[in-house]
């Protein structure tokens, strides 16, 4: 699992100085791209690897709001990899502010090779495998 922290602005809140409901998939979207990274996964490489381009892209998100987050908040985005398939994999995230989970998503991701989905190369799924949660 990784964790991203992040602190609430002004601009992710809506009138009610609630977060925007469309700015946590910004949230999520950072964590996930972290985590890639934190794994040795570059993902400008990937794409402009040779044979490429490759990319992750999300096929699937459902997303439990639980609990507004507020302007100012200091948030965590928690990511775990819930499943490893062929082509793609389940990522598990959770945004929390303190021990209070305030949203949960889950997003299915799937690999691309040259805009069409792709069995993830062994090196990458190598990485990725390191985290799968068991």
């Not at 998100?61 to 062929?86: F, Q």
Request: proline share 3%.
């Amino acid at each position: 699992m990784s964790q991203l922290s992040l602190r609430i602005y002004y601009e992710d809140t809506d009138f009610s100085g609630f977060v925007y409901h469309a700015r946590y998939l910004h949230f999520f979207e950072r964590a996930r791209t972290e985590t890639l990274r934190d794994l040795g996964i570059d993902q400008r490489a990937l794409f402009e690897a040779e044979g490429g381009p490759f990319a992750f892209v999300v096929r699937h998100m459902a997303i439990d709001y639980r609990s507004p987050a507020r302007m100012d908040d200091l948030v965590e985005v928690e990511t775990a990899i819930g499943k490893l398939a062929g082509a793609s994999l389940v990522m598990e995230q959770v945004l929390r502010r303190d021990s209070e989970i305030l949203c949960e998503a889950r997003v299915t991701i799937a690999f691309l090779a040259k805009g069409r989905p792709a069995r993830l190369p062994a090196a990458l799924r190598d990485k990725l495998v390191a985290m799968h949660k068991s």
